[in-house]
């Protein structure tokens, strides 16, 4: 299955348009994930107390905006507040497939 799969940001808002370019038949859910794309964590117990571990692309807020009837083309804007970026991923439902991923700044 091929979607194609477009999101872009304006100030406090996404728009995301999406279709299916093969045959593919099926409700998809489509969720916005906010991430910060670097953290630096100050570990104070345990076996790595005193240490500081950095880590990538953390997760901060995940949502699921929308169910998408891939029979249509899909659009839609969605609020993004704060400035950390954002990435839309098209799944099949009850954790399915993953068909599609877009990022925003």
Request: proline content about 3%; glycine content about 6%.
């Amino acid at each position: 299955v091929e979607v194609d799969l477009r999101a872009s940001r304006d100030g406090n808002s996404m728009t995301v348009s999406g279709q299916v370019t093969s045959d593919y038949d099926d409700t998809v859910s489509v969720y916005v994930l906010r991430y910060r794309p670097y953290s630096s964590v100050d570990i104070l117990r345990g076996e790595n107390a005193g240490r500081t571990i950095s880590y990538a692309n953390v997760v901060t807020d995940m949502q699921i905006v929308t169910q998408w009837d891939t029979n249509e083309p899909l659009e839609m804007t969605t609020e993004l507040s704060g400035d950390l970026p954002a990435v839309v991923i098209v799944q099949g439902d009850r954790n399915g497939v993953v068909r599609a991923v877009a990022k925003v700044e």
